[in-house]
């Protein structure tokens, strides 16, 4: 059994649309946890009534993505059995019809496996494909900006994994536990949980011939692209809605970065993040 797990805040045609393609799939063991975090577009009603063999949870509008994932994965652990596994999944993504079989075709217990994310418009347009992670330049690499040394791989191990598409056994949330929903309420909880995982010697994984495809102009991705003042950029380290909000980041580093280095690795983090800025929004140039 896959137990998949989908946080939802507005946004009910990428919802449509995601469900849609998940009612297609040829493996048929699993069931869908859909946490609605206090949407206002009506999403509720409109998968009861379309879906109603979803499972429907909600939320107040204070969970945010990490809050709503945890209370998916609540949902699959109470319920699920030694074997079941777990997937974490996005509202605004699809997948085609042998996708989970795809995935549990090639999971193993000992190991994270994640999809790769692919731009639903253009297919050869590789958009997350996993991440490497030098803890002692600060520095996130994006393995789909160097795919070539990949690209006659099936698998590929990774330092880093997202929500977008990760599947994982129920045994290895019951060993590492939730999300830090408190400390990282929408970004960087997936990410986390991730290194949490491999800290416990789980593999993180990633799989080629599952992908998911993203209408990139809906997600985080797109942020690569959009320009910003300063004032935004300042104000992007406190916002929630933020991949710079300090919190989060500094917990991150604090948890995983040894102690003689930490003051160097919270600098050197923030030199990459206003050298994006800076890139982006006073040169032109996106940082993708």
Partial sequence: MIWICIPVYNNIKYTLGCLKSLQKQTLRDFKIIVCDDGSSDNSSEIIKKNFSEVILLKGDGNLWWAGA???????????????????????D????????????????PNEMLSSITVNVENENNIV???????????RSMMIHRNFKKYEKLNEWEADLLTGRGTLFSLQLLEQIGLMHNQLMPQYGADVEFSVRAKHAGYKLKVNKNAKVYSFVENTGKASIYKKSSIKDFISSFTSLKSPNYYKS?????KVYTPKFWLPVFLFLQLTWITGGFIKRSLLGIPNA
């Fill in 249 to 253: 980041r500094f917990y991150f580093a």
């Fill in 69 to 91: 994932m945890n209370q998916c994965l609540k949902y699959a652990l109470y319920r699920g059995k030694k074997n079941d596994f777990v997937l974490l999944l996005n509202n």
């Fill in 93 to 108: 993504l699809i997948v085609r019809d042998d996708y989970l079989q795809n995935l549990i075709t090639a999971a193993k």
């Fill in 128 to 138: 997350y494909a996993g991440e490497l992670l030098d803890m002692f330049s600060a």
